[in-house]
């Protein structure tokens, strides 16, 4: 038999609220040059039993040391040439695949292949977008595009060997990996080429671990992406070293209103010192932010984000919300 030519690879763990549909948006893309690996952390909530409903799964479920750790065992057990990661909470949109089975045909050179991406939100029983990039130099693969806008690491086809090349995803960080995967990519020059179909949505819900907002991982996200920039500033092209201290004082600054709301001076204070470092117009910066969040402030009856969403978890107190 041949080799599958794309191999998709879904880390999980206690997905069994959303594996289902996850499941369901691959089906009416499979064909014979398709292998679909479930690669599970020992799920106890029902994950396995839904996926073992899928005869086309090849499912293995062990204990590891987080998501990129799944997503590169997935990756080193891959048959495929191309590489695919589909998270256990996200979609499939329909023709994605054949997309990809055109680009890799049209870009003999290609090691990545991008197409479009879109987060949804569920409102009212209905889902619509809260962000999306479909403008091709946007979906370049560059180190401002990288370190400034979505990474969108599962809108992107990898092939195995040039993923395998530059060491999969590094376990260093729990939450940005992919990231710091993809900065690596812009540094070394990998060849990427970009498709115009939507080949990837994400689900904007409360228990995801990155696309949600206020969520208790907010604020670990934000110091692993203070990380990766310092420790791609010490091998990034002096051109980029600007990129970086911009996307820099973008951390600094939501660390910075995350202290305010929270009331943690010393954070803020480390926060002012860092920013002001990389940018001497930071305190400017911040300042519109404060002022930008003023209506939401009186809004809320003069809460913050964070008391807001404390006070949201009693059902005994009433807000006055929008």
């Known amino acids: 038999m041949q080799p599958p030519l794309i191999s998709i690879i879904t880390p999980s763990f206690h997905a069994a609220g959303t594996i289902g549909e996850t499941l369901d948006s691959v089906l009416p893309q499979l064909s014979d040059d398709v292998e679909h690996l479930l690669i599970d952390a020992c799920s106890t909530d029902g994950t396995l039993e839904i996926a073992g409903k ?29 590489l695919l990661f589909l998270q256990a909470d996200d979609w499939l949109p329909g023709g994605t695949l054949d997309a990809y089975r055109m680009a890799v045909k049209e870009s003999p050179m290609a090691e990545v292949i991008c197409g479009s991406a879109e987060a949804l939100k569920e409102s009212s029983g209905r889902w619509s977008a809260v962000w999306s990039v479909t403008d091709r130099d946007q979906k370049k693969l560059t180190f401002k595009n990288i370190a400034l806008g979505e990474p969108m690491i599962n809108a992107r086809l990898f092939r195995k060997s040039s993923f395998e090349k530059m060491g999969g995803f590094s376990l260093e960080y729990s939450l940005a990996s992919d990231r710091d995967f993809l900065l690596r990519a812009a540094e070394t020059g990998v060849v990427q080429d970009q ?44 051109a980029d070293r600007g990129i970086l201290k911009t996307w820099r004082a973008r951390l600094g600054i939501e660390e910075g209103m995350n202290a305010l709301e929270t009331g943690e001076g010393k954070v803020f204070f480390n926060a002012l010192v860092s920013g002001c470092r990389d940018q001497p117009l930071w305190p400017f910066y911040l300042a519109i932010e404060i002022v930008k969040s003023l209506p939401g402030f009186v809004m809320r009856g003069g809460k913050t984000r964070t008391q807001a969403r404390n006070l949201k978890k009693s059902p005994d107190v009433k807000l006055f919300t929008l």
């Open 195 to 238: 498709v115009d179909a939507m080949t990837y949505r994400y689900r904007w819900h409360v228990g995801s671990s990155t696309m949600t907002e206020g969520n208790t991982l907010s604020k670990k996200l934000r110091q692993e992406n203070l990380k990766i920039s310092e420790d791609h500033l010490r091998s990034v092209h002096p």
């Open 54 to 82: 899928y005869p086309h799964l090849s499912i293995r479920s062990e204990r590891d040391k987080g998501i990129y750790d799944g997503m590169n065992k997935g990756a080193a057990l891959a048959a495929g040439e191309w």
